[in-house]
């Protein structure tokens, strides 16, 4: 993924300050994140997420601004909504993320984490997210496939892991859909130099969902002791069937992002640092 902005996204970016003089015109804009629907950018202390789904990005507006208003947790809080360009801005928040870090401070981090999720529970039913029903079984026949794009690249003692976990069946998909981040993995949670938590990003897919998946990503980024200190404070029975769902979306998170980072190396070794630290723990639990 190039971070250099193209002719089209420069003069977007123009009329954005143009309209809305957020920063200097001799700033320069580069990019964060691409994906099939969006384009996040960076440009001086102003992050702008340009999207042509234009009621995901007023959803992401009012979550984030009643978020903001719920919890001390920082979350980027929306300065400009502008839906005849397409775009959200919002102030760039400080520190840098656990996935570039590789370290943390677990007490603070594990607090924050149960602070904004619990804010998220008690306002998202009324943030108008959509529900994700993507079934279990998908995501078990996403890991397989993930599994042969990958394999090339992994020792045999990891590739006999994961078949093992593969081998077993999908957990049967719940009713239970409760707000969550949906995507809360390393690259995501921003600490300082002392490792205390400094912003949660990227709301984008936030959804009512199964309430393992948050959990899972937590897994597999910080660790079992972490993720199950956090489902407790949120008041989450570890039952064996509990433990045993957010293992499997740690493994399933684990093998997608391995894939992601894949098709773009140069940009993404992040992901494969960090998906080599996690490896063991992720897996090596009984499967």
Same mark, same amino acid.
């Given at each position: 993924?190039?971070?250099?902005?193209?002719?089209?996204?420069?003069?977007?970016?123009?009329?954005?300050?143009?309209?809305?003089?957020?920063?200097?015109?001799?700033?320069?804009?580069?990019?964060?994140?691409?994906?099939?629907?969006?384009?996040?950018?960076?440009?001086?202390?102003?992050?702008?997420?340009?999207?042509?789904?234009?009621?995901?990005?007023?959803?992401?507006? %009012?979550?984030?601004?009643?978020?903001? @208003?719920?919890? &001390? #947790? *920082?979350?980027?809080?929306? =300065?400009?909504?502008?839906?005849? $360009?397409?775009?959200?801005?919002?102030?760039?928040?400080?520190?840098?993320?656990?996935?570039?870090?590789?370290?943390?401070?677990?007490?603070?981090?594990?607090?924050?984490?149960?602070?904004?999720?619990?804010?998220?529970?008690?306002?998202?039913?009324?943030?108008?997210?959509?529900?994700?029903?993507?079934?279990?079984?998908?995501?078990?026949?996403?890991?397989?496939?993930?599994?042969?794009?990958?394999?090339?690249?992994?020792?045999?003692?990891?590739?006999?892991?994961?078949?093992?976990?593969? %081998?077993?069946?999908?957990?049967?998909? @719940?009713?239970? &859909? #409760? *707000?969550?981040?949906?995507? =809360?993995?390393?690259?995501?949670? $921003?600490?300082?130099?002392?490792?205390?938590?400094?912003?949660?990003?990227?709301?984008?897919?936030?959804?009512?969902?199964?309430?393992?998946?948050?959990?899972?990503?937590?897994?597999?980024?910080?660790?079992?002791?972490?993720?199950?200190?956090?489902?407790?404070?949120?008041?989450?029975?570890?039952?064996?069937?509990?433990?045993?769902?957010?293992?499997?979306?740690?493994?399933?998170?684990?093998?997608?992002?391995?894939?992601?980072?894949?098709?773009?190396?140069?940009?993404?070794?992040?992901?494969?640092?960090?998906?080599?630290?996690?490896?063991?723990?992720?897996?090596?639990?009984?499967?």
């Amino acid at each position: 993924m190039s971070t250099e902005v193209d002719t089209a996204e420069a003069e977007l970016l123009e009329r954005v300050n143009l309209r809305h003089g957020l920063w200097n015109r001799h700033d320069v804009p580069a990019v964060l994140a691409r994906s099939a629907d969006s384009t996040t950018f960076a440009v001086a202390s102003c992050v702008i997420r340009h999207s042509e789904d234009g009621e995901a990005l007023s959803r992401e507006t %009012a979550l984030l601004g009643a978020l903001a @208003r719920a919890t &001390a #947790v *920082p979350v980027p809080v929306p =300065l400009v909504h502008d839906p005849g $360009l397409g775009v959200l801005v919002s102030e760039r928040l400080p520190g840098a993320p656990i996935i570039r870090r590789g370290r943390w401070h677990s007490a603070s981090v594990e607090h924050a984490l149960v602070e904004v999720l619990a804010a998220l529970r008690r306002i998202g039913a009324s943030a108008g997210l959509p529900l994700d029903r993507y079934p279990d079984e998908g995501w078990h026949r996403e890991a397989v496939r993930g599994l042969r794009e990958i394999r090339s690249h992994l020792r045999l003692e990891q590739i006999h892991l994961i078949e093992a976990f593969l %081998a077993g069946s999908a957990p049967p998909t @719940r009713k239970a &859909a #409760v *707000p969550q981040h949906n995507d =809360l993995g390393a690259e995501h949670i $921003l600490v300082d130099d002392a490792g205390r938590v400094t912003g949660i990003i990227d709301w984008a897919d936030a959804a009512l969902t199964d309430p393992a998946r948050d959990l899972g990503s937590l897994l597999r980024d910080l660790g079992e002791d972490a993720a199950f200190r956090v489902a407790t404070g949120l008041g989450i029975a570890l039952t064996d069937e509990e433990v045993a769902r957010i293992r499997f979306y740690a493994r399933c998170r684990w093998i997608e992002d391995v894939a992601y980072a894949l098709l773009d190396v140069p940009h993404r070794r992040g992901y494969l640092a960090n998906a080599e630290r996690t490896f063991r723990h992720t897996f090596s639990a009984s499967v």
